[in-house]
């Protein structure tokens, strides 16, 4: 288990991610994952750096970050505590992401990306800890990975935009 606590300021970003990137080196995760994982934290880390404090008042933030190799399958656990003002982002509207942007309300992508690139996700507002926010990331063992990854030939290959709007190569 790798856990950093800091302040709640965007300058402290850096570390945070640093943190998830060591362990994807030391747990070799794959890149796709790694960058999932980055992207997991960045957008729940701001969000809080963001929205759970009053303007100009920091407060703390703490990550934790643990591989999980027993209870089903193997993953991640990233869990983020703050002590700002109680918010289940879990309580949040899911995005419409086939509206087109002038009819969406501002916000709730970052969520929405949280929501897609993991697994599971557990909101608890604790009376000691505060908000607590854990996310899950199911790992794949590289040789099983590799094995369900065919290999497109160059003339195979189509690309098409998915539901959300993300280019992914198709056969």
Known sequence: MDRIACGAELANLPAL????????RREQIDDPTCDDLQLIV???????MHHAYPAGQGGPLTL???????????RIVLTLEDRGRPFD?????PVD???AIEARAPGGLGVHLIRQLSDRQHYQ???LRGNVFTMEKYLVLPSVQLAARPILD??????RDDQDGDQIERR
Do not use: F, K, W, Y
Request: charged fraction near 25%; charge should be neutral; hydrophobic fraction near 40%.
């Open 17 to 24: 991610l640093a943190l998830v990137a060591a362990t994807c």
């Open 42 to 48: 960045e957008e729940a880390c701001v969000n809080v």
């Open 64 to 74: 934790e970050v643990r591989i999980v190799d027993h209870g089903g399958p193997r």
């Open 89 to 93: 982002p879990l309580s949040a509207a």
């Open 97 to 99: 992401v086939t509206a």
């Open 125 to 127: 507002r604790h009376p």
């Open 154 to 159: 160059p003339d195979q290959r189509q690309r």
